[in-house]
């Protein structure tokens, strides 16, 4: 077995967003802090990063929180950005307070448009979030659209042809699978992630994407009657699944 990493308590709880290391030992004086059931006294101590941490250690009376390497998974509303770049609201905002201060950080892992909802993965692993989203991996994601007009019959074909060229672009979308589900609904699966790549792809045969939704990403699937604006966090099999067949 590998080494297990150990880190200083304050050190610790700092990077977690909790507060500074003067915080975190004015906290332990005021036994905010219990690890085993016992008081933390000095926050100097060293603990072992294991995964059963949280359920071991309370902060002000509540289990900690999961440690790095954490997936989420989010019903993302309409409305709510991916980007901190961009103005108005942002889906971090529907995480716990304190967490948009750990470091690593949590990102999303790609984006979708601040209008299309569903299924969004953040995480705090780099490595991770990178096997995802990169292009050679090829991951499935798995688009509802509603279309402000009726499809004619020829999209499904050149959405599949593996020649369609979106606007602007030099380079051929790689084939995509639509099953109709009524004359202005459709299921849309992309192995790509270009910008807006399902709007414009309806665009592109003069159709107009009024509402679309993310329904998957590889086998992982947004859990049946989740609100919008919920979220989970994901375990090991689960975030597995993202890179099967899907
Ligand atoms: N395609 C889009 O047009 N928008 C998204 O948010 C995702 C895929």
Same mark, same amino acid.
């Given at each position: *077995?590998? !080494?297990?990493?150990?880190?200083?308590?304050?050190?610790? &709880?700092?990077?977690?967003?909790?507060?500074? %290391?003067?915080?975190?030992?004015?906290?332990? !004086?005021?036994g905010?802090?219990?690890?085993?059931?016992?008081?933390?006294?000095?926050?100097?101590?060293? #603990?072992?990063?294991?995964?059963?941490?949280?359920?071991?250690?309370? $902060?002000?009376?509540?289990?900690?929180?999961?440690? =790095?390497?954490?997936?989420? &998974?989010?019903? !993302?509303?309409?409305?709510?950005?991916?980007? +901190?770049?961009?103005?108005?609201?942002?889906? +971090?905002?529907?995480?716990?307070r304190? @967490?948009?201060?750990?470091?690593?950080? $949590?990102?999303? #892992?790609? %984006?979708l448009?601040?209008?299309?909802?569903?299924?969004?993965?953040?995480? /705090?692993?780099?490595?991770?979030?990178?096997?995802? $989203?990169?292009?050679?991996?090829?991951?499935?994601?798995?688009?509802?659209?509603?279309?402000?007009?009726?499809?004619?019959?020829?999209?499904?074909?050149?959405?599949?042809?593996?020649?369609m *060229?979106?606007?602007?672009?030099? !380079?051929?979308?790689?084939?995509?699978?639509?099953?109709? =589900?009524?004359e202005?609904?459709?299921?849309?699966?992309?192995?790509?992630?270009?910008?807006?790549?399902v709007?414009?792809?309806?665009?592109? #045969?003069?159709?107009? =994407?009024?509402?679309? +939704?993310?329904?998957?990403?590889?086998?992982?699937? &947004?859990?049946?009657?989740?609100?919008?604006?919920? @979220? #989970?966090?994901? /375990?090991?099999?689960?975030?597995?699944?993202?890179?099967?067949?899907?």
């Amino acid at each position: *077995m590998g !080494k297990v990493a150990t880190s200083r308590i304050d050190r610790l &709880l700092s990077s977690m967003g909790y507060g500074s %290391r003067t915080e975190m030992a004015r906290l332990a !004086k005021a036994g905010g802090i219990v690890l085993d059931g016992v008081e933390v006294a000095d926050v100097g101590q060293r #603990v072992a990063l294991t995964p059963d941490l949280p359920a071991r250690m309370s $902060i002000d009376g509540a289990a900690l929180d999961p440690l =790095v390497g954490l997936v989420i &998974l989010l019903n !993302k509303p309409v409305g709510m950005t991916c980007s +901190h770049k961009e103005q108005g609201p942002l889906v +971090h905002d529907l995480l716990p307070r304190r @967490w948009r201060a750990r470091d690593p950080a $949590i990102s999303t #892992v790609g %984006r979708l448009d601040k209008q299309t909802s569903g299924l969004l993965l953040m995480t /705090d692993d780099g490595a991770l979030l990178h096997r995802i $989203i990169s292009p050679k991996r090829h991951v499935r994601k798995t688009y509802r659209a509603r279309l402000a007009r009726p499809m004619s019959g020829g999209e499904g074909a050149l959405f599949a042809s593996g020649t369609m *060229m979106l606007e602007g672009e030099t !380079k051929p979308l790689l084939p995509a699978e639509l099953v109709v =589900v009524s004359e202005t609904e459709a299921l849309l699966t992309v192995t790509e992630g270009r910008y807006h790549q399902v709007r414009r792809m309806f665009a592109a #045969v003069g159709n107009h =994407v009024e509402a679309l +939704h993310r329904e998957s990403l590889g086998g992982l699937t &947004l859990p049946e009657g989740m609100a919008a604006g919920a @979220w #989970v966090l994901l /375990d090991a099999a689960a975030v597995a699944s993202v890179f099967e067949g899907g």
